[in-house]
């Protein structure tokens, strides 16, 4: 369980920035660091500010008190209403109106008095404080504007708020003895020291324990869409890491899995199948009969597999009368018959992929329950069920060509 | 040579997962004599007809190699198999996305394909403009490689729009990134010659589909993918971009991370909810107005709570039986995630009885699981309800006999899959591991 293949070193430092700029870049999300105390958080994001080029401000949320986490708005002795804004905040202003870039790093973010929660939520949300905007988000959401406020929090593992915590996306910063060697540098008492407590710093990695995994909610896919050109461009290591931050981490695999699949998929025409049954009978109606087959098969899994469960009643129904359409167009043709008659039996006949269909169909009538498999039966009057007290009796065109058939096969016999 | 040879050639040059999906009827090949070497293939389809009919230029397959005409073929499946008539190709009608779909689609082309096909339009038009322009002139344009024609190949297209070399050159990934490019540079000319007008030029007509037929050429399309002829085409035109890229998208992400469940945040809630009422809350005094005391000059910080914690305990009921194998895992982050908040958790698990039954305090080890056998939880319960607790958080894949009667002064948190209610308590729901 607690193999190592997560990046660490100078790779997680990599990516982390990289996640760190897109974020900022792309959505209202917050990064935010998630490892134990003394770890070089701090001293990454200070590192971060010098590459960019942008000034530090370092906020410690711990024991912060309202007026001092974002500013107050002060009734003076003459009735006037005026806004103070805390320090960093009025700093990272004069910054940014100047056109400078700022790294504003929310330390503590787990200690953050319960009072103030709802401040720092509007704050990381639409990055305003009394109603005071950082930035012009609008501008830089349609990209007219560059981002010059980069937020980055921190926090230790711990038990979070949950509105906070759905508005972050951790990156996992546990213990790392590369990152001791790093800082060592030439030093040989340093060096000494950290191999003298590898064993510790080890265990210390061993025990660290993760972010809990990120919720894939609307954020998500706003920045996914807003970002989408950026992830295009990435190398693929960046594009996975960050994926990994927006969802849990097997949807995200099966993300990246999928962007690199090849794309010879039908999946937007069956998609437009199901959304058209009406179409779809015209279409099913005139295929040849393994096509017909394997397109009915085709459809219902796929509203299956792509979340459209409640299709799969038009969808199935539009199978039975794309199966029957010969007889349906020509009712007196006994060839039409016997073509729909064979179209069905097909349908109907034993395959290797029945077992799937009739599992998805049964999941079906277990999640949406029986009625809008009648109804879609019923309409335009296919096969419609009527129980007048007595036994349920079947009437509709589906039955009058069954009928038809049987009383023909009656002729032929006798 | 007549259309018959002709037609023989090319049913000739196609491989014979190619020739069975033309026998399902849905796609058609016709031979049209056009006298410019222009659209040399191309893709229609006509309302009613319930198929697709790629039309190559007679001539054309006259003077190609049987791996052009191949090419010709497997280029113009691709734009059908691709959907390139559908409504979201119709949005743009740039050349990007033009020449993304001609990127995409000759990306299940093999190079040598591509390369004749290079020769042979390159050849043609030699030859016609040797027509138009004489002899003389059109062997001067010749030297000065007027009919160098090259085909789009993806790989360019890709770097043109910066995509990452990680990423296949779909349509998908190249039109945003192109978009919007502005006319004039790029096209449908699969190949043009340099200095010549690239409409002229156009080696593929691209696909067309008649006014009102969409909704017939989606069906027929879908209808073409999923039938078993079709698997075997695509089979066929996947074979070729399998060694694109660095073939690094096959694997699967490497990282390991210790996963702590969802609902571990929760019942980590629900402990501290559960704790909090324990605690002994006071203040110090009422916080003054600060809008005030500002007013006046005067700024006093607020006053912070004083609060006092006792131990704060909470019962954690794992059932282990052995329908709950692969998911038993997921208690021992869970349980590490209530030890490092400060939660002292009394484990209880087993499967008919009681295996395991600690005090775990943050630091402690947690045992292994024992149990593995049938399910019945209430002697887990009851054990639990023994230490008269004030919550108790119960952790089952709910295929139990019997739920256990309602313990008396505890409250219950149960963490059980979707599709089970419990008849009391609160319920936090999980995704079984082989879903």
Not at chain 1, 164 to 175: D, H, K, N, V
Not at chain 1, 256 to 274: M, N, T, V
Not at chain 1, 336 to 359: I, T, V, Y
Not at chain 2, 21 to 27: D, I, K, Q, W
Request: with cysteine; hydrophobic share 40%; charged share 25%.
């Amino acid at each position: 369980m607690r193999n190592d293949p997560y990046p660490f070193g100078e790779e997680l430092e990599k990516l982390a920035r990289a996640a760190i700029l897109f974020l900022n870049e792309h959505s209202t999300l917050v990064p935010t660091l998630w490892g134990p105390s003394s770890e070089g958080k701090t001293q990454f994001v200070r590192s971060l500010a010098r590459e960019m080029g942008a000034h530090f401000l370092h906020v410690i949320l711990q024991g912060l008190k309202p007026d001092d986490a974002l500013g107050a708005q002060i009734m003076t002795v003459d009735a006037r209403l005026v806004t103070a804004h805390s320090w960093w905040f009025e700093k990272a202003r004069e910054w940014v109106t100047r056109g400078e870039k700022v790294v504003i790093f929310l330390d503590e973010l787990d200690k953050v008095d319960p009072e103030i929660i709802a401040s720092v939520l509007t704050f990381l949300r639409d990055r305003t404080a009394l109603g005071v905007s950082l930035e012009d988000e609008d501008a830089i959401r349609e990209g007219r504007a560059q981002r010059l406020a980069y937020l980055v929090a921190a926090c230790n593992p711990g038990a979070m708020d949950e509105a906070l915590r759905r508005r972050l996306a951790f990156i996992w910063w546990p213990t790392d003895i590369r990152r001791y060697y790093q800082l060592a540098g030439g030093s040989e008492i340093a060096r000494l020291a950290i191999e003298a407590n590898s064993q510790q710093l080890a265990q210390r990695r061993q025990e660290a324990l993760p972010p809990p995994s990120p919720d894939f909610t609307l954020a998500s896919v706003d920045v996914l869409a807003r970002g989408q050109t950026k992830l295009l461009r990435m190398p693929r290591e960046e594009r996975a890491f960050i994926l990994s931050l927006l969802m849990p981490r097997e949807a995200a695999a099966r993300v990246i899995r999928q962007l690199e699949r090849l794309a010879l998929r039908p999946e937007e025409q069956l998609d437009y199948l199901i959304q058209n049954p009406d179409h779809a009978v015209e279409v099913l109606a005139r295929l040849p009969v393994p096509e017909f087959v394997a397109t009915g098969a085709s459809m219902v899994l796929h509203a299956y597999n792509s979340g459209q469960v409640e299709r799969i009643p038009a969808a199935f129904i539009s199978i039975l009368k794309g199966a029957v359409a010969p007889a349906l167009q020509r009712r007196d043709d006994p060839r039409a018959r016997a073509e729909a008659l064979e179209r069905l039996s097909a349908w109907l006949q034993e395959r290797p992929d029945k077992q799937e269909l009739q599992r998805v169909c049964q999941e079906a009538i277990s999640r949406l329950g029986p009625d809008p498999f009648f109804q879609e039966a019923a309409r335009d009057n296919f096969v419609v069920f009527h129980s007048n007290g007595g036994l349920p009796r079947a009437e509709g065109a589906l039955v009058e060509i069954c009928r038809s058939f049987a009383s023909s096969q009656e002729e032929r016999d006798d | 040579m007549t259309d018959g040879p002709l037609m023989e050639k090319v049913m000739c040059s196609l491989p014979p997962h190619l020739t069975g999906l033309l026998e399902s009827g849905l796609v058609t090949i016709e031979l049209r004599s056009r006298s410019r070497p222009t659209n040399h293939a191309m893709t229609v389809y006509e309302k009613g007809s319930f198929r697709f009919t790629i039309i190559l230029r007679s001539e054309t397959v006259r003077a190609a190699s049987e791996a052009a005409i191949r090419g010709l073929i497997r280029h113009e499946l691709g734009h059908i198999f691709l959907g390139h008539f559908n409504h979201r190709h119709e949005e743009c009608q740039l050349p990007c996305n033009t020449l993304a779909e001609e990127a995409e689609v000759n990306y299940y082309v093999p190079r040598e394909e591509l390369e004749a096909i290079d020769a042979v339009a390159s050849q043609l038009l030699q030859e016609f403009a040797v027509q138009v322009l004489g002899e003389e002139k059109a062997r001067a344009l010749a030297e000065a490689g007027a009919f160098h024609t090259r085909a789009i190949y993806p790989e360019e297209v890709a770097a043109q729009a910066g995509l990452s070399p990680d990423l296949p050159p779909l349509w998908r990934f190249l039109h945003p990134l192109l978009h919007p490019l502005p006319p004039g540079q790029g096209g449908r000319h699969l190949l043009a010659g340099e200095g010549q007008e690239a409409g002229d030029l156009d080696i593929c007509g691209g696909i067309e589909v008649e006014e009102g037929a969409l909704p017939e050429a989606m069906g027929v399309a879908a209808a073409l993918a999923s039938s078993p002829r079709g698997k075997d085409a695509l089979q066929a035109l996947q074979e070729q971009p399998r060694s694109w890229g660095s073939g690094a998208g096959k694997t699967p992400l490497p990282w390991q991370i210790p996963s702590l469940p969802n609902w571990a945040q929760r019942l980590a809630e629900w402990a501290r909810c559960l704790v909090e009422k324990e605690w002994r809350r006071s203040r110090s005094r009422l916080r003054p107005r600060l809008d005030f005391l500002r007013a006046t000059g005067r700024y006093t910080p607020g006053w912070a709570r004083d609060r006092k914690q006792g131990e704060a305990t909470v019962t954690f009921v794992v059932d282990t039986s052995g329908s709950m194998v692969t998911d038993l895992h997921y208690a021992r982050p869970a349980i590490e995630f209530l030890l490092t908040q400060g939660i002292t958790v009394r484990f209880i698990a087993g499967d008919v009885q009681v295996e395991i039954d600690e005090l775990l305090r943050p630091g402690s080890p947690i045992p292994d699981p024992a149990g593995g056998g049938g399910t019945d939880i209430c002697p887990l319960v009851e054990r639990a309800v023994q230490y008269s607790p004030r919550g108790i958080a119960i952790y089952t894949d709910a295929a139990i006999p019997q739920w256990p009667p309602r313990p008396e002064g505890a409250e219950v948190l149960w963490i059980v899959p979707h599709g089970y209610q419990p008849p009391y308590g609160e319920v936090v729901r999980w995704q079984p591991s082989e879903e």
